[in-house]
């Protein structure tokens, strides 16, 4: 659908099919044509009046005692019809969500004003609450990376208003974490006794929903997009428009350090290995796309990114959490070299 993640359940459940695109939860249905659903009844089942158009009932967030937006669609409108209207819908669903926040907290480091519900604990041993912008912030001790995995599946699923900043988050610790990240987030939901579906996002990073700032605000690459948009759709629209940007940053973040071995260590002697880590490229793409997003819906205007590179400093020391692949100051430079490049080329200014 357009961009947009899309994940689907397996079975038929009282005559409808459920799926869910981005925050969207969609059920298609003939509930029109009958009194009562007993179980796993089809809804195209012969007994039905099979001529009759299914109804098409789009509800966000995906939480049904949270929802901002409910709309029912003719099941015979065309698919660009459908589209179109469900993200006509959305945004206007997510500006409503965002106008209608309560900022009745603070987060514990930078002091800015968020809805309790929007800032995360980094462990539950720590009582801190903080923002995206903080939450890697190197004052940040005795964090857990599954727990705040956790936090932030269940308010993505929860929260049509959740800060963009979030989802970029989530996006860098699923990019960077070794095998098993969504059976340790289950076992962590279990001790906590948290009901617990995992988005795939967790183990195909692709799908993450990545939420875009509005259309007259995007380089012109990201346009065509709706209010938000898969991460892998985003990462192949900018590496469309900008061919050689990734390039770009592998040579910036190689060179650096080829500076610094020299500094240290005098001339190399052969040819120093590639650092660039391809896997890693859409958490720099989703990090400049959410966090300005979040900067320009916040009524502060908050910076897009922190100013000083203590931003990620606690994710150096919690590394080894989520079995990453890769080396911790591999990553990192990459990340912090990449963040100015492509949000300098982006939106025209560097982070």
């Not at 044509?33 to 158009?53: F, K, M, N, Y």
């Not at 049509?160 to 699923?174: D, E, I, K, T």
């Not at 892998?232 to 900018?238: G, R």
Request: hydrophobic share 45%; net charge negative; aromatic share 8%.
């Amino acid at each position: 659908m357009d961009g947009w993640p899309v994940e689907m359940e397996a079975a038929v459940e009282f005559g409808e099919y459920l799926s869910y695109f981005g925050p969207l939860c969609v059920v298609i249905s003939r509930n029109d044509q009958r009194v009562s659903w007993s179980g796993d009844e089809d809804p195209d089942d012969a007994a039905l009046d099979l001529t009759r158009p299914p109804m098409v009932f789009m509800a966000a967030p995906s939480e049904p005692f949270a929802r901002i937006v409910e709309f029912t669609l003719p099941g015979d409108l065309p698919a660009a019809e459908l589209v179109a209207q469900a993200r006509q819908l959305l945004a206007a669903g997510r500006s409503a969500a965002l106008a209608a926040v309560c900022d009745d907290s603070t987060c514990s480091i930078c002091g800015e004003a968020y809805p309790r519900a929007h800032l995360l604990t980094p462990s539950r041993a720590v009582e801190m609450l903080l923002c995206p912008l903080c939450i890697f912030d190197g004052d940040v001790f005795d964090a857990d990376l599954v727990h705040l995995a956790t936090q932030i599946n269940e308010l993505e699923f929860a929260d049509l208003a959740v800060p963009a900043g979030w989802s970029a988050m989530g996006a860098l610790l699923a990019c960077a974490a070794g095998d098993g990240l969504v059976e340790r987030m289950h076992a962590t939901a279990q001790r906590g006794g948290v009901a617990f579906l995992a988005y795939e996002r967790w183990s195909d990073p692709g799908a993450a929903w990545i939420w875009l700032p509005a259309a007259e605000q995007r380089p012109a690459a990201l346009r065509h997009l709706g209010p938000g948009a898969r991460l892998d759709v985003l990462v192949d629209a900018v590496d469309a428009a900008y061919p050689h940007l990734r390039q770009r940053v592998r040579t910036t973040q190689n060179d650096s350090w080829q500076e610094l071995i020299g500094a240290e260590k005098g001339p190399a002697v052969g040819p120093e290995p590639d650092r660039f880590i391809a896997s890693l490229w859409p958490v720099i793409i989703g990090i400049v796309v959410a966090f300005t997003a979040q900067a320009l819906e916040r009524p502060t205007r908050q910076a897009p990114l922190a100013q000083d590179r203590g931003a990620l400093d606690a994710l150096r020391r919690y590394w080894p959490q989520i079995a990453s692949p890769y080396e911790v100051e591999d990553a990192m430079a990459m990340v912090e070299i990449g963040l100015d490049i492509v949000a300098e080329t982006l939106f025209g200014t560097p982070q």
